[in-house]
Nanobody, 123 residues
Framework: QVQLVESGGGLVQAGGSLRLSCAASGRTLSSYYMGWFRQAPGKEREIVATIRWSDGTTYATDSVKGRFTISKDNAKNMVYLQMNSLKPEDTAVYYC????????????????WGQGTQVIVSS
């Protein structure tokens, strides 16, 4: 079992920045892929970015490339999502997720989920 707890959400003006944190516990994460997803009201949950714990290789969806950065801290078992140049369309609940198989963009690829943290970007 992997337990995931997100933090760092909040209300920010367009153009601002936030850093989301995901604290992971329960298993050694060296073989895991960690992902950040988001879900806006009335929309499906979608991938934002993923990172392979073993070597730090990352993937980000096109809509956030150049603005969002996923990273990790091995010593603290933390995953971060640095979000810059935020837009109102980034408003959503952001979820941290984990799985062991491969880089995945589908919610069905992930076995473990946090409870989510709300991000609201005002115009």
């Amino acid at each position: 079992q992997v337990q995931l707890v997100e933090s760092g959400g909040g209300l920010v003006q367009a153009g601002g920045s936030l850093r989301l944190s995901c604290a992971a516990s329960g298993r050694t994460l060296s073989s895991y892929y960690m992902g950040w997803f988001r879900q806006a009201p009335g929309k499906e949950r979608e991938i934002v970015a993923t990172i392979r714990w073993s070597d730090g290789t990352t993937y980000a969806t096109d809509s956030v490339k150049g603005r969002f950065t996923i990273s990790k801290d091995n010593a603290k078992n933390m995953v971060y999502l640095q979000m810059n140049s935020l837009k109102p369309e980034d408003t959503a609940v952001y979820y941290c997720a984990a799985q062991r198989l491969r880089f995945g963009a589908s919610v069905y690829d992930y076995d473990y989920w946090g409870q989510g943290t709300q991000v609201i970007v005002s115009s």
